[in-house]
């Protein structure tokens, strides 16, 4: 579905005054009923993720984890059944699996210092082998920091895992779940274009009068910001090395920005129908 600027613009505002919740997404669906679901969800979720990159720092001092943190221990203390980690990440409007990361480096950073070096120097060899595993086990690695993250399970802490997890299920738009859904929808269409290439039997086509010799897909609404980012990091790559080219974008684009076909560079948001083939130009002669 391509949208023009105004439409779009529209909104993205709407999304400005609202929390980016599962109820606001809904509210979005009853104000625009004739944009697709699809394409709402798309812009919905790239709208929010501009907003937490615009916010990240703020979220990110030492002053603001120390205080995420402490408020945790204070909120779980009081109620450790009650989802603190999540009622404080809408509080403060961030992602609830950013602020559930936030938590979980600084938890695994005070377990850290909590284990004397200096006790390898006694106890016998399974008493130092069971220190050494603790003390590899528990710096907050980013790997480490992910596994915990995609299984809660792993957190040596049953209150926090508790936390974590539902702050990752209630995360519209970021987390490990999101992350699978969003690689699995991207591999899906990846699938179905391959699949309509093969059973065309298509090498290069000709789409709208313009040759065709790579084709990209995009599981995503096709805004300003990614559209740029994608022209300069893959786009105009593929043109200098392939030639022209057609990018879909499934769940619809701003319509202004198809404005480089003459450059050679097509946007559609399906898959054409229109398309012209070398053996059929021929047959035609």
């Known amino acids: 579905m391509k949208l023009s600027k105004a439409q779009y613009d529209e909104i993205a505002q709407f999304l400005g005054h609202v929390q980016p919740t599962r109820q606001s997404l809904r509210k979005l669906k009853e104000k625009f009923p004739s944009q697709s679901q699809s394409t709402l969800l798309s812009i919905f979720s790239q709208e929010y993720q501009k907003q937490i990159k615009r916010t990240h720092a703020k979220h990110h001092t030492a002053e603001a984890i120390e205080t995420y943190y402490q408020r945790y221990l204070n909120g779980v203390m009081k109620n450790a059944a009650a989802p603190v980690l999540l009622e404080l990440a809408n509080e403060v409007d961030f992602a609830p699996s950013l602020m559930a990361r936030i938590v979980l480096e600084r938890f695994l950073q005070e377990k850290e210092q909590a284990i004397p070096v200096t006790w390898l120097a006694f106890g016998n060899e399974i008493q130092c082998t069971w220190l050494r595993s603790q003390i590899i086990k528990f710096p907050s690695s980013k790997t480490l920091i992910n596994s915990m993250l995609r299984d809660p399970s792993q957190i040596p802490d049953g209150v926090l895992a508790t936390q974590v997890y539902q702050c990752t299920v209630n995360d519209c738009c970021y987390g490990p779940l999101v992350d699978c859904i969003k690689h ?35 599981a995503s609404f096709g805004d300003e910001s990614s559209h740029q980012a994608y022209l300069q990091d893959q786009f105009w790559s593929y043109w200098n090395r ?7 974008y499934w769940y619809g684009f701003i319509e202004e920005l198809d404005c480089h076909r003459e450059r050679g560079i097509l946007l559609k948001d399906c898959f054409p129908t229109d398309i012209v083939t070398l053996r059929h130009s021929m047959a035609q002669h």
Request: charged content about 20%; proline content about 2%.
């Open 242 to 248: 392939f030639g022209p080219g057609l990018v879909i």
């Open 184 to 218: 699995a929808i991207g591999h899906e269409h990846e699938v179905l274009l391959r699949e309509m290439l093969l059973e065309k039997n298509l090498s290069f086509i000709a789409v709208e009068g313009h040759i065709i010799h790579w084709i990209e897909s995009k």
